[in-house]
Each structure stands twice: as C-alpha cells, then as structure tokens.
C-alpha cells in the first residue's frame, strides 16, 4: 500500500510540472523566489511589452488581485508574489496561482530538510546572452533536473557566479548598454524563457557579475536584478548567506565595481561593509561545507581574465583559516579546475564561466603558472553532489566533452572532493 502511494505520488509531482507549463500566458512567467525548511516564495508578472515598466519582481505594478493555493490552502495578496509560511520540511508541494480568478501558472516546490547528509545544486556562470547556445544549456540543465526529481537528492537550487544578463552591443555605436538588463522586457529571452520549467520549481541564488551593473553595463541593472531574484528573508542583496539542512553554508559575495549611486567602485576592500560582514558570517558558521562563491576567479589561466588572487587575497585569507574546500567562480568564460596546493591554500577554485558565453583559446601553456589543474572550453553548466563529506562535481553540457590537463589528457570525471 505505501508503495502504491508513493508511485501515486511520484506520478502526480511529474505530472504537475509538466501540465503547468501551457498554463503560461506568452511573456507571463511564475517562479519560485525563495526556499526554505517551512516556507516558499512564489512570484510571478509579464515582461512583454513592458519597456519603462517594472512589471515582473518584488516592487512590480500588480498584475490584478492574485491567490495562490498550497497545501488545501487559498492564500491572497495584492502583490505580483506571497511567501506561504507553516510548510512541512522536506515535503513535495503542487501549488496553482491565479490572477484576476484566471489561473495563470503553476507546478510543484519541494521545501528544504531541516538536517540533510545529502545536497545536490547546479552552478552556471556568465549565461544571459538570450542565444540558441544558453537555450542548449538550459534544456540540458531540465534533462538533469528530471533525472533526480523524484530521488532522495534532488535538485535544490541554481547557484550562479555572475554576468546573469548581458547587454546586447550596438554595432553602429560600439555601446554595450543596449537591453543591458536594466528593464524587465531584457530579462525575458535571457532568463526567464531558458529557465522556464526549472524556475517553476528551484531558485536561483545569484550572485553579480560585471555585467549586471555599472561595473561594465548600465548602473540601473543592478536595481532590476535586487528587484527580479529574491533572497533570503525578502531582503534585496549585493551579498548574503544562506544554509542547508546543516550540512552546507553559502557564501554569496559581491566582487565586483557595481554601485547604486556614484562612480564604481571595488565593493570588496577591507574599508567597505561586506569584509566585516564575511568575518561575521564565516566565523558563525559551523557547517561541515563552507561553499563562497562570486563572479571573480582568483585563480585562471585565462585566455581573456586575469586573476583575482591580489585583489581578493584577503577573502582567500579567511577561506583557508575557516576550512573552505572548494569556492565557484566565473567570468572567464571556460571551464577550469585549480590545484589542491600550498598555493591555493589547498582549496579547489573552480571557473564555471561558460553558461552561455565561451572562449575557446587553448590555455594549457599558462595552466602550470596559474595553478590550474584542469580546463574545458566548451558552454556548460555543473552538477554538484554532496554526500556527508564527500563532494563530486560535473560539468554538463548538450554535447560530450573532457576536462583536459595541461597535456592535452583528459581528468576523470565526476571531480571528487573530500573533507578531511
């Protein structure tokens, strides 16, 4: 009988997500904002269209009185999302929302354990290019979702490393600020149309890049990417943290010059808030896996980025005393693996830059010098498994490809790592 049931539901969770996506109005997007062990938040709006209007995010002009129902419940808001609270942790939910009494979307959210010893997350970097190459990725990134939904470890979360959305350039002008992300309607063929199905179920937990801001953009995409993700406890950031079941504590930073108001600016350096805040979070975590990740790598062999290592070599400082193993980075856009050495502090500083973007220059001379253990030039995202104190990585893409060392020759994959 209780394997019966568990079939039934099995087959009802499938089901649902699948059933929920021709719900969808054409620019009319529902997505799940946040997680935790008793809670979710759902969002939802339009982003066609909408040139000058904040139609989709936190702040955005209500598409009409709004319910929502979870768990044999009808819940009513005014806003464009509602976080439904008293969930059971752990526990698969279908929930439907409607707009103006119309349904307009809906799916199924798995709430978070309180204790967990298994964890898996897929991390993806430098993507929001809105091309056939990100769509590729995205369908791969569905295919692997679906492998595990209904497993013991599925799919939690989507950590990215930065450059969410990219700017288009004026050939004419040479301006890279064109539908920079600044206005909703630039988020619809860059993010939420590649990430439809798997929004309708996990977040994304964003951390900025270069691109999403005055750093290199336009400054008013940093207010629309606060606006459009949500963090933990509602609360817009450039940085924060969040845990899981115990087992890992995440570490979203901020390395980059974005700014709301003035020039840019390092937003890293020991004189501005985020250092001290990081000493506070770090020393109050007691998680077996401590997991920072942001936008710079500390450590690539290029072929376009140099390192981040003197910049953010206080960061690595305080990594190495807190007992980090591992730390996910972007922006070159490639796949690369670091040494576990004296020099990296016995860290791994992986590049997972290539959601969308690629840089295909052969690195393999500089690998040695830069502390590179392994690299891939080709689009992919990772697929992170963390079982007790066992991490296993894989870059996945819609094509076959190795991780090559400095002589040409390919690593064993899936990447392990071990605490000690």
């Known amino acids: 009988m209780v394997i019966r049931q568990r079939r039934a539901q099995l087959f009802r969770t499938a089901f649902l997500f699948f059933v929920a996506l021709p719900l969808l109005a054409q620019g009319t997007y529902v997505y799940i904002g946040d997680i935790t062990s008793d809670s ?160 309708l179920s996990i977040p994304f937990r964003p951390t900025l890049g270069n691109h999403d801001g005055n750093g290199s953009e336009n400054r008013d995409d940093l207010d629309t990417y606060l606006d459009n993700f949500f963090f933990p406890e509602n609360k817009p950031a450039a940085y924060y943290t969040f845990s899981f079941g115990g087992l890992a504590d995440f570490f979203a930073l901020d390395s980059t010059e974005n700014t709301e108001s003035g020039p840019p600016t390092s937003q890293y350096t020991k004189n501005l808030p985020e250092w001290p805040w990081l000493e506070k979070a770090m020393a109050a975590s007691n998680a077996p896996w401590k997991i920072p990740y942001f936008h710079h790598p500390p450590f690539t062999a290029g072929p376009a980025h140099g390192a981040s290592y003197a910049a953010l070599r206080h960061w690595l400082d305080l990594f190495e005393r807190n007992g980090v193993k591992v730390v996910f980075s972007g922006h070159e856009h490639n796949l690369q693996i670091s040494e576990d050495s004296a020099a990296t502090g016995h860290i791994r500083y992986i590049v997972s830059g290539a959601g969308g973007q690629l840089r295909a220059g052969d690195v393999t001379k500089k690998m040695k010098a830069a502390h590179i253990e392994g690299w891939a030039p080709h689009r992919h995202f990772m697929v992170v498994e963390i079982e007790g104190r066992t991490m296993r990585m894989t870059p996945v893409s819609y094509e076959p490809f190795s991780v090559l060392n400095s002589a040409h020759k390919a690593i064993p994959m899936p990447f392990v790592i071990d605490l000690p």
């Open 40 to 199: 979710v938040s759902i969002a939802w709006g339009n982003t066609s269209g909408t040139k000058g209007r904040n139609t989709i995010g936190r702040n955005s002009t209500s598409m009409g009185p709004a319910a929502v129902r979870i768990d044999n419940r009808t819940l009513q808001t005014t806003h464009n999302w509602l976080q439904v609270h008293g969930l059971n942790p752990d526990t698969v939910y279908p929930y439907q929302v409607f707009v103006n009494e119309k349904q307009i979307g809906g799916g199924n959210v798995r709430t978070y354990p309180v204790r967990a010893t298994k964890l898996t997350f897929f991390v993806i970097g430098d993507f929001g290019i809105g091309d056939s190459y990100q769509n590729r990725v995205a369908a791969a990134m569905v295919k692997e979702y679906q492998k595990r939904v209904n497993t013991d470890s599925p799919v939690r979360f989507i950590l990215t490393v930065g450059d969410n959305i990219y700017a288009f350039v004026n050939i004419a002008s040479g301006a890279i600020t064109v539908n920079s992300g600044n206005q909703d309607h630039d988020w619809e063929q860059k993010f939420f149309a590649p990430y439809r199905q798997l929004l």
